[in-house]
């Protein structure tokens, strides 16, 4: 069956560290999503993707960036990490099919920046 | 901009009938979806209305009104296994989705 799947599940880190956060999905779908998910403020959409080699800012872009080399992997990495960025990170997939956006999510990484 | 406006919380008993609603404010729009996340979980997608009315999808029914901005996700016959929280969430040109901050559904026995 197709999946997204995303490692690792729960990470700890240091501020001022580079961290890489993995997503990879089977389903062969060309939009790859990043969010963040906080306490009063829902999923908020980080970076995102079309395709291979093609990426784009979402509404708190800052300090993260992502890569897209393959149709199944979309990697976030957070520069050198800070404190406001310990949330809840999920990534997604999906495909347009008759102008509608149905989005599979992967698992979530908790991610925590001492 | 877009903005979504939905309640914080909503408490039912079990075996009730709840609504939970949505209001919009985008561009471009071409849907409004429905998301629900239990405690813990991943987002898993529930319902998709592009045209105006109500779909139905078992116990899940949801409804738009493209001239009001405003939908809703109608929950029947409540069960404790739907404490979750929902999230509408508006679809455009491109192929994004702008969430709201959700609902937190509480089913009391």
């Known amino acids: 069956d197709a999946e997204i799947t995303q490692s690792p599940r729960h990470k700890i880190t240091e501020t001022g560290r580079q961290v890489t956060l993995a997503c990879h999905q089977t389903?062969?779908?060309?939009?790859m999503f990043w969010y963040r998910q906080d306490l009063g403020h829902g999923l908020r959409l980080i970076h995102y993707?079309?395709?291979?080699?093609?990426?784009n800012k979402g509404e708190v872009s800052d300090g993260y960036s992502v890569s897209r080399s393959n149709t199944e992997d979309l990697p976030l990495t957070l520069e050198s990490a800070a404190s406001s960025q310990t949330s809840v990170y999920f990534c997604?997939?999906?495909?347009?099919?008759?102008?509608?956006?149905?989005?599979?999510f992967g698992p979530g990484t908790r991610l925590t920046v001492l | 901009g877009q903005s979504l406006e939905q309640p914080s919380e909503v408490t039912a008993v079990e075996g009730a009938i709840v609504q939970i609603n949505c209001t919009y404010q985008?561009?471009?729009?071409?849907?409004l979806s429905w998301y629900q996340q239990h405690d813990g979980g991943a987002p898993t997608f529930l319902s998709y209305n592009a045209l105006d009315g109500l779909e139905e999808t078992g116990r899940f029914s949801s409804f738009l009104s493209r001239s009001d901005s405003y939908g809703y996700l109608l929950l029947q016959e409540l069960q404790m296994k739907d404490s979750a929280s929902y999230f509408c969430a508006v679809s455009g040109a491109t192929n994004k989705l702008i969430f709201g901050t959700g609902t937190l559904l509480a089913v009391q026995p």
């Open positions: 993707s079309y395709g291979v080699q093609d990426t």
């Open positions: 997604a997939s999906s495909t347009r099919t008759s102008g509608q956006d149905t989005q599979y």
């Open positions: 985008t561009s471009g729009f071409y849907g």
């Open positions: 389903w062969n779908h060309n939009n």
